[in-house]
T-cell receptor, first 111, second 112 residues
């Protein structure tokens, strides 16, 4: 059974203090590793898809990387508006569209 | 496009009552998903459809849950009878491509 584990569960940063979120996955035949952002009271919003080890993607202050066992979401010089829950999900070979989500990391950036 | 539209946004019902959640996917998307989110279990896939046909319902917790997609622009998730442990946020999502699902705002269900 596919498993996705995110750490830490919660992270509190000061504005400008860079850090990383971790997503460890155990899947058979990874087809994709996805990052989503979720704001309170809203649905998850797509950020990135990574398909192979060594791949990196960037968007503003966020950069996602992928190894054979984990993915990192690096946040550089975060701002208060980056505060949200960040969700990681895997898509394994059994089904093109069945995502297994981690429980997320709640990021709070203080001004 | 207005995105994935779910209704109602909030639902409070008594145990034993029937609950129907509704979803309108993004036009042109041929996959539709129903997820449930709780603090304990996170975001779980309940069922998904392709071209209005249910493909995988292995995440549906019990026979009390049923989902339909009568056409490309509408889907329902029904719980009958509802129980307090069904309280959660239910999300509908749609996509045309692998993994990049677009989520609705969710329906917060409270069963008392």
């Amino acid at each position: 059974e596919d498993q996705v584990t995110q750490s830490p569960e919660a992270l509190r940063l000061q504005e400008g203090e860079s850090s990383s979120l971790n997503c460890s996955y155990t899947v058979s035949g990874l087809r994709g590793l996805f990052w989503y952002r979720q704001d309170p009271g809203k649905g998850p919003e797509f950020l990135f898809t990574l398909y192979s080890a060594g791949e990196e993607k960037e968007k503003e202050r966020l950069k996602a990387t992928l190894t054979k066992k984990e993915s990192f979401l690096h946040i550089t010089a975060p701002k208060p508006e980056d505060s949200a829950t960040y969700l990681c999900a895997s898509n394994s070979g059994g089904s093109n569209y069945k995502l297994t989500f981690g429980k997320g990391t709640l990021l709070t950036v203080n001004p | 496009d207005a995105g994935v539209i779910q209704s109602p946004r909030h639902e409070v019902t008594e145990m034993g009552q029937e609950v129907t959640l509704r979803c309108k996917p993004i036009s042109g998307h041929d996959y539709l998903f129903w997820y449930r989110q709780t603090m304990m279990r996170g975001l779980e896939l309940l069922i998904y459809f392709n071209n209005n046909v249910p493909i995988d319902d292995s995440g549906m917790p019990e026979d009390r849950f049923s989902a339909k997609m009568p056409n490309a622009s509408f889907s329902t998730l029904k719980i009958q009878p509802s129980e307090p442990r069904d309280s959660a946020v239910y999300f509908c999502a749609s996509t045309w491509g692998e993994g990049r699902a677009f989520f609705g705002q969710g329906t917060r269900l409270t069963v008392v």
